[in-house]
């Protein structure tokens, strides 16, 4: 069965620096996101992604944050200067349509951040 | 407000006994797509099952069902004969269907299935 694949599973990284999260959604979908878990807090919603352009973003996906689907299948999540705060488990999510029985969103298996 | 509500945020069950966990929501979309996600120790984000606002009939997939209350905007899982696996925290989430995409999360309930 078709996945969504998250690569790296664990980053540290020091406070400051820039780092890259990468995903391979699956290869029907037209909808990407990026939601982020704080360890044991709910899950929250980052960003959406449709037809090459965010379609949707909250509050918390400030100017440090950027995505990119640079090559048509993978879809990436950019944070320009890491704060501590940005340490969490950060999903992948891809769905084939946003309604009805076949719109559930495929999660990768994370990136956990931690910010050093 | 909440968009999502779960107000468990643990419950214990007894191997082989039924368990429901509660969710209600709160939308004014008369469109819109409910959805539980297990999340095992492990990490990972498993999708269980999927209930529509205007399906007639409440969701089933194999131990799991969906208890579709519309006019209470409840959607409660029901676990049936519960396994050790069943151990996770598990998610209620919701899609508006009105001009939205993305899928919004309630804070989890902690399932632990007793031996």
């Known amino acids: 069965e078709p996945e969504v694949t998250q690569t790296p599973s664990h980053q540290v990284t020091q406070m400051g620096q820039e780092v890259i999260l990468r995903c391979v959604p699956i290869s029907n979908h037209l909808y990407f996101y990026w939601y982020r878990q704080i360890l044991g807090q709910k899950v929250e919603f980052l960003v959406s992604f449709y037809n090459n352009e965010i379609s949707e973003k909250s509050e918390i996906f400030d100017d440090q944050f950027s995505v990119e689907r640079p090559d048509g299948s993978n879809f990436t999540l950019k944070i320009r200067s890491t704060k501590l705060e940005d340490s969490a488990m950060y999903f992948c999510?891809?769905?084939?349509?946003?309604?009805?029985?076949?719109?559930?969103?495929?999660f990768g298996n994370g990136t956990r951040l931690t910010v050093t | 407000a909440q968009k999502i509500t779960q107000t468990q945020p643990g419950m214990f069950v007894q191997e082989k006994e039924a368990v429901t966990l509660d969710c209600t929501y709160d939308?004014?979309?008369?469109?819109?797509?409910l959805f539980w996600y297990k999340q095992p120790s492990s990490g990972e984000m498993i999708f269980l099952i999927y209930?529509?606002?205007?399906?007639?009939q409440n969701a089933t997939e194999g131990r799991y069902s969906l208890n579709f209350q519309k006019a209470r905007k409840s959607a409660n899982l029901v676990i049936s004969a519960s396994q050790l696996g069943d151990s996770a925290m598990y998610f209620c989430a919701m899609r508006e269907d009105g001009g939205y995409q993305k899928v919004t999360f309630g804070t989890g309930t902690k399932l632990q299935v007793i031996p």
């Open positions: 939308t004014s979309d008369p469109s819109y797509g």
């Open positions: 209930q529509g606002s205007y399906d007639q």
């Open positions: 999510a891809s769905t084939v349509r946003t309604g009805g029985p076949n719109s559930p969103l495929h």
